[in-house]
Structures are given as C-alpha cells and as structure tokens.
C-alpha cells in the first residue's frame, strides 16, 4: 500500500502488515514434537539453565520423554549441568540429540565443539541461524515435553527464536533483585506479541535457609513479585531458595541425582496447560 499509516486500527485494508507471514520453521520431517515450553529471563544468570534442566528431569521421572535444545548459543550450560562430554552425531539425514545418563534428548553448541571452552564469537544472524537448525536440522525422536533455553534477554536472537519455533508456552525466570517489573514487562509484551501463552513467573535465588534454624533469609530484600505477577495478569509458579546441593549437582554435571521437589509444581503447571496426548 503507498499510503499506508501503519495504524491496523484504522485501516481495513488487508495486506501483509495485517497478516504477517508467519515465520515459523517445520521441524525435521522425522521428529516427533508434542509440546515445546520456552524458558526465558531478562538477563543471564538468574538460573534459566537451572531451571529448564529442573523440569525436564522432573518429567522425565514421571515418565514423559522430555529433551532440551539449548538456545543460549553463546553461553551454553545445559551439556556441563548434565555432565554429557560426548559430541552430538549426524548422518546424511540429520543431527542426532545426545542422550544424558537418564536418556534425555540434549542438542547445544558445545555438544558441536571440538573444546567446550571455545567461545562464539559469531553474529547475531549465525546464532539465530543454528538455533533454527536445532530445530530443523536435528532429528528429536518421540519427544513428549521439550524445553527451549532461550538466550537471554528481548534482543534480536530470542526473538527470532520466538519466531521460528512454535512454543507452547514460555515460563519466565527472575531473581528478587532485578528490576522485575521492566523485565517482566518485555517478556511478557514479547510473548503477547506473538500470540505465546504464559504460563507463568519463577523467582528464583529468592531466599537462603539458615542450616542451623531452617529460617529463611532474604539475600536481596523483599520480592515485589507477586505484584508484578498480580500487574500483568500472570502467576507466581515457584520461588526457589538458593541451594548449595543444588549448585553443587550442577557443578558437578550430576543435576539427575538431584532429588528436591522444587519443580513439582511446575512439572503438575505444564501438564495441565501444555497437556500431552500420545496417539
Ligand atoms: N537456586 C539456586 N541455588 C543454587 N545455585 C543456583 C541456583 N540457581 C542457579 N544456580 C547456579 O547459578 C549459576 C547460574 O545459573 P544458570 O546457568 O541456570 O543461569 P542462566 O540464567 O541460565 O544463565 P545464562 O543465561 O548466563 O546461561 C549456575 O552455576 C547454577 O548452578
């Protein structure tokens, strides 16, 4: 149109400003994906990783196939969080996933590198370009529930992730003492924007628990989060202490002997609103 106002509620014009080409990608003609739940935060560090790693060993041990495909190309935490050293295989049909100890299906960059610790130092445009083959290019057999650990942030990579791969939902992570309501905010417009469903807050490193008295300590002050949450319509689904054991089992590459409840009632979240039906 030449004169458009680029204002839709204005204008009954159909054209592709109105209805946008969806930028979707189709996964691997041999992949079998029932739900994809993105794990995302405004910033790295609040324990996305931890949490995407969490809740596929939760289901995992209530029987669904779950699988994680490692989107934080250029910081990469899955591999070392589940102890997985071996490299990711192909064939002339595609990439495999690498399998951890207890047969989750993991795909990330340092599953590709010679040296994990050989940084990617690439462009935005290459970054995004192996997510998407992540997910079109590799072969993800019989996967129930697959969690996406999105890069951090609302910048031009997780946006062409959010783009590219049909998510179910997106579970969002922040800690006490970020400025949750700006980050939240985005997080949620982002998701909005692209019609994803939330289905809801973690908060994570919300409080320590004395190991003498069992009383919890709060690090960073009181949490706003609840009327963050309460602002834009969305539930609290979890607040989760700092945990020494668990930072030591991801340390340590063994986050599947980890034997703590704090994804429980996450796990019970998805299988309601992300719910899986087999054939
Ligand atoms: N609740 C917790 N208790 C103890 N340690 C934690 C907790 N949450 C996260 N950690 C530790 O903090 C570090 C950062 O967590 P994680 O890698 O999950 O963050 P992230 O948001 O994915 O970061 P990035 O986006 O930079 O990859 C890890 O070493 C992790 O083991």
Not at 68 to 89: C, H, Q
Not at 142 to 170: A, E, N
Not at 184 to 197: D, E, F, R, W
Request: proline fraction near 6%; hydrophobic fraction near 40%; glycine fraction near 8%.
């Amino acid at each position: 149109m030449s004169e458009c106002s680029h204002n839709c509620d204005t204008c009954s014009q159909k054209c592709d400003s109105r209805d946008p080409k969806s930028f979707l990608e189709r996964p691997h003609e041999m992949s079998t994906i029932r739900k994809v739940i993105g794990v995302v935060s405004g910033k790295g560090g609040v324990g996305k990783s931890l949490v995407t790693s969490m809740l596929a060993v939760a289901l995992k041990r209530r029987g669904w196939n779950t699988a994680i495909l490692d989107a934080d190309v250029t910081g990469p935490s899955i591999p070392k969080v589940f102890g997985v050293k071996e490299r990711a295989m192909a064939s002339s049909m595609g990439m495999f996933p690498v399998k951890s100890k207890t047969g989750i299906d993991l795909m990330s960059v340092n599953l590709l590198l010679e040296d994990e610790t050989t940084p990617v130092v690439w462009r935005g445009p290459v970054i995004a370009g192996t997510v998407k083959q992540f997910w079109t290019d590799v072969i993800w057999d019989d996967v129930d529930y697959m969690f996406v650990d999105m890069p951090p942030g609302t910048g031009d990579v997780p946006l062409t992730v959010f783009q590219s791969i049909p998510l179910d939902g997106i579970l969002i992570i922040t800690s006490p003492q970020e400025l949750v309501s700006m980050i939240v905010a985005k997080a949620v417009n982002m998701a909005k924007t692209m019609n994803i469903p939330i289905l809801g807050i973690v908060e994570n490193y919300s409080f320590a628990r004395c190991p003498d008295c069992g009383k919890e300590i709060k690090l960073f002050g009181d949490s706003h989060i609840e009327e963050t949450a309460a602002q834009f319509g969305i539930d609290v689904l979890a607040k989760l202490p700092i945990d020494p054991e668990l930072a030591k089992a991801c340390d340590q590459g063994v986050i599947e002997l980890f034997h703590g409840d704090y994804a429980e009632h996450l796990c019970d979240v998805i299988e309601e609103k992300a719910p899986v039906t087999k054939e």
